[in-house]
């Protein structure tokens, strides 16, 4: 590593110690009040502003600035400007205005707006987000912003965060003034979001069609060893893995991205990535660098990085853990039990909302994190089930029936654990277990939503997290202002038990993998929204639509665009597979068949000729079985291919998808099954393309 980590850390960043060190007094006390209290940024602070960014860009290489957005593609974009700036004397100077620094103007006609705006509308907006620090990326400065059209509807997924993350703050911050915590002036919502992935060889990863179009394997036979032996997990890193991490920690770290925690995970080739908690807008930001990072250092190491939910079949998929947490502007964690938690009405009232929120839009949140790639995923062994629930521990959910059936909570204090030799150091137990099927479980002081895929921006999880749980806390607000000091705890102990009486259903700490689970989620009215089709309806449902508007986060028009990009996502992705899966057998699997089955027919002919009295039953009964499989999948292509036409040909979009789902997937996952077999039965050499076990076990 070039530096230690300290001076590493942050040196590519126009970060607080840059500004504090580079911006004038008045200038740097202007800014930090528009970071930290939202106030609006004046022309000439921004101009200020802006000369030191150029210097300190130049100084650290920069040629060029962006403004890097994120337009509902699900991905960044950058339009790259040069700081040079000609003279009349036919000389340049490096030149950079603080009307650059806050606003921009792409091109907006070419990316997702869901019908928002018409093609031939090109102009959109993009604005500076100071609470986003800007970084360097090769010879570019980037800047953070929003991206919003013409009329000002947003285009991206950084605004209506944004905007959630106000409405949250304003609702938490008014129920602490309520319970005598005026000191604090605001409420941040803070993530840390895990990131699994896989790592498979670069070269075999161009050999594959289905990876470079799909980012996920169509077919493939089962290597003869899986993740059976459960030793990939927190297993030995090899070598070359550890050199990519190596460099992706230093490239990280240069960004200020804290990343903390490396390891293998279960799969074979999958690993993860988790950083230190941060404000969940500057979180989203590192997640999206870290994505993009990842790609680009794999690929100096000889790699390919592939952030698709579920790779490869038989064995675990990725996903994207987000640990979510709300804290003050004065340093207090408001999940935070405390050491008496049946005690603590704060920490109470939170819990509540939070329970609340996740029982009354469950069916919102599953839309936040419902993909294509993610459904596949949903329900298998690695994920939580599409059916959203909470897990609480025996420790709070003893409190909740307490607060329910009005008995008395004895809590059990603190545990020292003892595990058997005295040489071993004591610990003290935590308060909950955890629990790795839930979908929303409480570990410690934060909520884990473990539903998010691994390719997805954050945003969405995030955005609906911090609105319904400000509009529950809204809630709680109107129902105790105004109640006297008298009344106050009478007051806290109706409202409690009567949220927790209506909300208990959403809370299960069992096992969330099995049958039984399923049929008493049923029971207990919570949605199982199995599909992204079937679940995007609920995100302009009226109740939805409702509370998006009361807090300012979407627009109608900005909530239904979304809802029309997502399914017009998911239909395209569903078509890029079925296609690509009828030209990789087309082309690659049955001619290898076909040319396997030509040197069978040729070798029992000749066994015949020459060894007439030698038996070549074996010969012919493999030859027969690979034959019939191979008409199977023509046949099963045909149907494919006349599927695609007719899901191609209609015109209502939710008819589309849900067509794609029961009706396009289901026949590719027929083909899937008849080219496995016959894949394991043709020799290596004869296919062109690399199997499971190459591309999982030679990284």
């Given amino acids: 590593m070039s530096k230690n980590i300290p001076e590493l850390y942050g040196s590519l960043v126009f970060n607080d110690p840059a500004m ?14 528009t970071i930290t209290d939202g106030t609006h940024l004046e022309l000439d602070v921004a101009n200020a502003v802006a000369v030191a960014m150029k210097e300190w860009a130049i100084e650290h290489g920069a040629t060029h600035f962006t403004h890097w957005f994120q337009p509902m593609t699900g991905i960044t974009a950058e339009k790259h400007d040069s700081f040079l700036s000609p003279t009349d004397a036919g000389e340049a100077i490096m030149d950079f205005s603080g009307k650059e620094l806050v606003k921009g103007e792409p091109d907006a006609s070419s990316f997702p707006s869901g019908g928002l705006r018409a093609t031939f509308e090109a102009r959109g907006y993009t604005a500076w987000d100071p609470t986003s620090y800007a970084f360097i990326k090769g010879h570019t400065l980037c800047i953070p912003t929003a991206f919003c059209s013409y009329s000002g509807e947003a285009l991206d997924k950084k605004t209506p965060l944004l905007r959630s993350m106000e409405a949250v703050s304003r609702e938490a911050t008014r129920l ?28 075999m990863f161009y050999q594959r069609k289905d990876l470079i179009f799909c980012g996920r394997t169509l077919f493939g036979a089962s290597a003869p060893k899986g993740q059976e032996m459960d030793d990939h997990y927190f297993g030995v890193i090899r070598p070359r893995v550890e050199s990519f991490m190596e460099e992706l920690n230093e490239e990280l770290w240069k960004l200020g991205i804290p990343a903390k ?28 660098l870290v994505m993009e990072i990842m790609k680009k250092v794999a690929d100096r190491h000889g790699l390919a990085c592939l952030l698709h939910e579920k790779p490869f079949e038989g064995i675990n998929g990725s996903g994207k853990h987000n640990n979510w947490a709300l804290s003050t502007d004065t340093g207090e964690n408001l999940l935070n039990p405390g050491k008496n938690p049946g005690a603590n009405t704060q920490f109470l ?14 069916d919102l949140l599953r ?35 307490s607060i329910e059936n009005d008995s008395f909570f004895v809590s059990k204090g ?21 629990n790795r099927t839930s979908p929303f479980a409480f570990t410690g002081n934060k909520f884990e939503f473990r539903m998010p895929g691994s390719s997805v921006s954050l945003s969405g999880p995030n955005i609906v997290l911090n609105t319904a749980v400000a509009e529950i806390l809204s809630r709680f607000c109107d129902r105790l202002e105004g109640v006297s000091a008298d009344e106050f705890d009478k007051a806290v102990h109706a409202l409690l038990k009567e949220t927790i009486t209506e909300h208990r259903r959403i809370i299960f700490n069992g096992n969330g993998y099995t049958d039984e689970w399923l049929a008493e989620a049923e029971r207990r009215g919570l949605p199982n929204l199995k599909s992204t089709p079937e679940a995007l309806p609920y995100y302009i449902s009226d109740k ?15 909530l239904y665009s979304r809802y029309e990009i997502k399914l017009e996502a998911y239909c395209k992705t569903i078509h890029i597979e079925a296609k690509t899966m009828s030209e990789m ?20 002919l000749q066994k015949k000729e020459v060894l007439p009295d030698i038996s070549v039953t074996a010969e012919e009964k493999f030859l027969k079985k690979l034959s019939a499989l191979a008409g199977e999948i023509s046949d099963g292509l045909d149907g494919l291919d006349e599927d695609v036409r007719s899901a191609e040909g209609m015109d209502d979009e939710l008819a589309a998808g849900n067509y794609y789902y029961s009706t396009v997937l289901p026949k590719m996952d027929e083909l899937r099954l008849l080219a496995n077999e016959a894949e394991a039965m043709v020799p290596d050499d004869l296919l062109p393309y690399p199997t499971y076990d190459s591309l999982l076990f030679y990284a």
């Fill in 585 to 604: 057998l087309r082309k690659d699997l049955l001619p290898s068949v076909f040319a396997y089955t030509g040197d069978l027919a040729q070798t029992i």
């Fill in 20 to 33: 504090r060190t580079r911006l004038p007094k008045d200038v740097y006390k202007a800014l930090k009040k």
């Fill in 414 to 434: 603190t545990v020292e654990m003892t595990i058997g030799p005295k040489v071993l150091p004591h610990f003290t137990q935590d308060n909950t277990d955890r």
């Fill in 544 to 558: 939805n639509l409702s509370m998006f508007l009361k807090h300012n986060v979407f627009t109608k028009e900005e």
């Fill in 367 to 401: 839309v936040s994190i419902a993909t294509a790639g993610n459904d596949h995923r949903l329900g298998a062994n690695e994920a939580p089930p599409a059916v959203v629930s909470m897990f609480l521990g025996d420790e709070l959910e003893a409190i909740v029936e």
């Fill in 261 to 288: 925690t490396e390891h293998n995970e279960v799969a074979p080739a999958q690993h993860e990535l988790a950083p230190v908690f941060e404000t969940v807008n500057v979180a989203v930001d590192h997640n999206q």
């Fill in 176 to 203: 602490l003034h309520i319970l005598g915590k005026t000191d604090v002036k605001r409420v941040n919502t803070t993530v840390g979001a895990e990131q699994e992935y896989f790592l498979i060889d670069k070269d």
């Fill in 349 to 362: 009232l939170f819990l509540a909302a939070v329970i609340a929120a996740v029982d009354e839009y469950a």
